[in-house]
Nanobody, 124 residues
Framework: QVQLVESGGGLVQAGGSLRLSCAAS????????MGWFRQAPGKEREFVAA????????YYADSVKGRFTISRDNAKNTVYLQMNSLKPEDTAVYYC?????????????????WGQGTQVTVSS
């Protein structure tokens, strides 16, 4: 069993930055693909970014490419999402997720464990 706890959300003005963190429990964190998803009010949950177990491979949604950076520290069982140049359309609840297989995937059903989410609000 893996437990994921997100932190770092908040209110920021457009153009600003935030860094989200996701702390994971469990000894096998370093073997999981980790992902970030988000869900805006009235919309479906969508993929944001993912990172391989080693951190050597990353993948981003087109909407955040060049603005967001996913990284991980396996010694700390933590994955991060650095969000720069934030836009009002980035407003959403952001979720951390773990996939217990080695290949990066973007589908919600491909991930096995989920955090409770952290709210990010970007004002215009």
């Amino acid at each position: 069993q893996v437990q994921l706890v997100e932190s770092g959300g908040g209110l920021v003005q457009a153009g600003g930055s935030l860094r989200l963190s996701c702390a994971a429990s469990g000894r096998t964190f370093s073997s999981y693909v980790m992902g970030w998803f988000r869900q805006a009010p009235g919309k479906e949950r969508e993929f944001v970014a993912a990172i391989s177990w080693s951190g050597g491979s990353t993948y981003y949604a087109d909407s955040v490419k060049g603005r967001f950076t996913i990284s991980r520290d396996n010694a700390k069982n933590t994955v991060y999402l650095q969000m720069n140049s934030l836009k009002p359309e980035d407003t959403a609840v952001y979720y951390c997720a773990a996939r217990t297989r080695v290949t990066i995937r973007v589908g919600i059903s491909e991930y096995d464990y989920w955090g409770q989410g952290t709210q990010v609000t970007v004002s215009s």
